[in-house]
């Protein structure tokens, strides 16, 4: 006899799969302590471009101690972390948000519930809510962007057709996921620690079964990896709008991958974008690799925020650079919310405080 579970998001009209457990996922032995994770909020209401040196975060040796939220609304909290060490100790599910960890230092295999998935530098790691895992790093030099999403991240709808297959001018396709693979199926009963997020708490439950007890599991619900290394950018004549970048969607903000790519090849062109009014989004821009044209003095691991309401765009002297330019290598991820973004105290250690004054001509 197994113990089957169908683990769904959306009520029952959401991505599911049916799991089947060797013992019982429900023998709770201890409820222990319920601990108060809800960053401390600096700035509630922003109207001022900023600037973060990402790379300042202070490391930590626990993976969720390590996690530093830096800005948040009601649909997504993104952070940044450098955790030293692995989570092996306890188990980890984040019940309210689907997690996304883009690896951009440290290689490791996420172990999860449904398997293994392997990491390296560049990969985006979609964890659906619910899922229970551990990470395991190679090093102990690691370094994170992450969002907890308060609604299931997909891939954009637009790329699909009628039966959800990626289209041929998708930036991506199947063959490209790095899904789970060699299902650890534990038989073991004991005490086993799975540290439970939900509503910005972290409840301590003991269960009196290993959580990695799958013979088997089918489904479309499951942790996967995919690298930004293998976005294939798409390129114009003339400027392309952000939407070309577009990696993930979700009803309240879209992921961008900035990847290295031509730019705009008619003759006239101007390679540096326009300045722009995101009168509907807020956006957050992490910067991984390379030059960043539009940019002056930006080093990896910079987060820039540009909120909602007020314009944008590339700082003096990035058009005359960029022209006669015939690619770039930078490497960037940007999210976008649609409702505005508050900022934490840690992200305010962070910040360059000049940075809102970077586009004055000297
Ligand atoms: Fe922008």
Known sequence: MYYEQLFGTIGFDGMSSLMYHNHRPT????VGPCIDLAPDIAVGNNLTSRMLKGFNVKPEKDFLDSRKVMMLNSDIQIGLAA???SLTEYFYKNTDADEMLFIHQGTGTLRTIFGNISFEYGDYLIIPRGTIYQIEF???DNRILFAESYSPIYTPKRYRNWFGQLLEHSPFCERDYKLPENLETHDEKGDFLIKIKKQGMVHHLVYASHPFDLVGWDGYNFPYGFSIHNFEPITGRVHQPPPVHQ?????????CSFCPRLYDYHPLAIPAPYNHSNIDSDEMLYYV???FMSRNNIEKGYVSLHPAGIPHGPHPGAYERSIGQKETAELAVMIDTFKPLQLTKAAIELEDPDYYKSWLEH
């Open 289 to 291: 690799d390379g030059d």
């Open 27 to 30: 023998m709770v032995k201890e």
């Open 83 to 85: 955790p030293q060490k």
């Open 247 to 255: 990696t993930f969607e979700t009803d309240s903000y879209v992921i």
């Open 138 to 140: 190679d090093g102990s």
